[in-house]
């Protein structure tokens, strides 16, 4: 079985473009997550899905952060325009109810 | 809200030797689930092992096992017969059992060296 696909595995651009990270949960997931990693910060969770419908919200960081599911198969987490802070790991994981969620290898962001 | 602190920034065992790493939870809830995560060179995010708080029985996972003191909110991770793939971030999570969010809240990780 395919784990959660993640994709670009690595960008770096500078500050000020748009920036989209997308991510393929695991089919049958009916939840996923974004999650952020630096070293400040640790791991922190942006926003959650269930059935497609988000859940908490809580984490994004500002309005220059967005994320839709349009699907069951697939998300985007949008960042415009983008800042050097926002440099981190961005993660998705997904999971199918209370079941332990399951990471992708996640997009390493640079921002210049 | 759910609190989760990994003391040991750091750690280090020898091979084939047993290291234990600390965690504890801060919660007013009584139905979680606990984890711990491992995250290698490579950044995955596997998972190590699972606990569920009704559960008095502490999880297993061949050489991973855990010390769940649920009145002190206390969560460790012993590694026994410790390899050299076992070097790693690890990292303690904590999540919900009540509703319907599942998200995780993670510790800051401790770095697990392993020395041959």
């Known amino acids: 079985d395919a784990g959660v696909i993640q994709s670009p595995r690595h960008e770096v651009t500078e500050m000020g473009q748009e920036v989209t990270l997308r991510c393929k949960p695991i089919?049958?997931?009916?939840?996923l997550f974004w999650y952020r990693q630096t070293m400040m910060r640790g791991l922190e969770l942006l926003i959650y899905?269930?059935?497609?419908?988000?859940?908490?919200d809580s984490g994004m960081p500002e309005d220059r952060f967005s994320a839709k599911m349009p699907n069951a198969s697939f998300s985007t987490l949008k960042i415009q325009p983008s800042e050097p802070r926002d440099s981190a790991v961005y993660f998705c994981?997904?999971?199918?109810?209370?079941?332990?969620?399951?990471f992708g290898d996640g997009t390493r962001l640079s921002i210049l | 809200a759910q609190t989760v602190t990994q003391s040991q920034p750091e750690m280090s065992v020898q091979e084939a030797e047993t290291v234990t790493l600390s965690c504890t939870y801060d919660?007013?809830?009584?139905?979680?689930?606990l984890f711990w995560y491992k995250q290698p060179p490579s950044r995955q995010m596997i998972l190590v092992i699972r606990?569920?708080?009704?559960?008095?029985q502490n999880a297993t996972e061949n050489r991973f096992s855990v010390n769940f003191q649920k009145a002190a909110k206390s969560f460790s991770l012993k590694i026994s017969d410790s390899q050299l793939g076992d070097a790693a971030m690890y990292f303690c999570?904590?999540?919900?059992?009540?509703?319907?969010?599942?998200?995780?809240?993670f510790g800051k990780g401790t770095l697990l060296t392993v020395n041959p």
């Open positions: 089919s049958g997931h009916n939840s």
């Open positions: 994981a997904s999971s199918h109810g209370e079941k332990p969620q399951h």
């Open positions: 606990q569920e708080a009704y559960k008095q």
């Open positions: 999570a904590y999540r919900s059992a009540q509703g319907s969010n599942y998200k995780l809240t």
């Open positions: 919660t007013s809830e009584s139905d979680y689930y």
């Open positions: 899905f269930n059935n497609n419908v988000p859940i908490d």
